[in-house]
């Protein structure tokens, strides 16, 4: 039997990322939801993307190395503690 995906508001109970689209797609207006969902032109790259993240699976190593995390990374020659970059881009700041 195939799972149903959680059709709910609430984000925190979805389980996967197809949960959390079907819950966007409820809370979001369409023009949003379609600009988040969508890809250019004619979304070969999109398409693409899924197709090869749909093909890895997970390998969970349960306590492997379970000292303390360092996320540290060189960034443009600075060293940076936790290494998150967001670009700039106009309609993200709507979101």
């Given at each position: 039997?195939?799972?149903?995906?959680?059709?709910?508001?609430?984000?925190r109970r979805a389980?996967?990322?197809?949960?959390?689209?079907?819950?966007?797609?409820?809370?979001?207006p369409n023009f949003?939801?379609?600009?988040?969902?969508?890809?250019?032109?004619?979304?070969?790259?999109?398409?693409?993307?899924?197709?090869?993240?749909?093909?890895?699976?997970?390998?969970?190593?349960?306590?492997?190395?379970?000292?303390?995390?360092?996320?540290?990374?060189?960034?443009?020659?600075?060293?940076?503690?936790?290494?998150?970059?967001?670009?700039?881009?106009?309609?993200?700041?709507?979101?």
């Open positions: 039997m195939k799972r149903r995906h959680y059709g709910g508001g609430d984000f389980i996967t990322i197809e949960d959390l689209r079907h819950v966007a797609r409820r809370r979001l949003s939801f379609e600009y988040l969902e969508g890809g250019a032109e004619d979304e070969v790259a999109l398409r693409r993307n899924r197709d090869v993240f749909e093909r890895i699976a997970w390998l969970p190593r349960t306590l492997a190395g379970v000292g303390a995390p360092d996320l540290a990374t060189d960034l443009l020659g600075e060293s940076c503690h936790l290494p998150l970059v967001i670009a700039p881009t106009g309609f993200n700041g709507m979101l």
